[in-house]
């Protein structure tokens, strides 16, 4: 097993905070995911943590659910505030809106249902 120092055990705890999932940051460092939320798990961080620091933040919460509601894909909505799509759907869950299927995210033009 790979060992890690303190101050790259404090860099996977900023990254998992700011809304990189244990997958990547896991790649980041060499290590498997599982590692990465034993890691957290060990400091104490909860795993839906790094969620609870973007709902805490009531006027990101709002921008989320508007933009997802008027048809923004939480992809996008990610990319923008810069944490994960998982993020971005644990707050719209979390809110009580209902995710759509992927398949209508990742469709380029509306459909003419007529």
Known sequence: M????DQKIEEIILLYNSGVPPKEIGEKFGIMNNSVTRILRKKGIDRNQAADC??????KVKYI???????????????????????VCRILKKNNIIIRPS????????????
């Open 54 to 59: 973007i709902r805490e933040d009531a006027e």
């Open 2 to 5: 790979k060992r890690l120092n």
């Open 103 to 114: 398949i209508e995210n990742k469709r380029k033009y509306a459909l003419d249902k007529t």
């Open 65 to 87: 659910i508007k933009q997802y509601t008027d048809g923004v894909s939480s992809e996008i909505i990610a990319k923008e505030l810069g944490i994960n799509g998982s993020t």
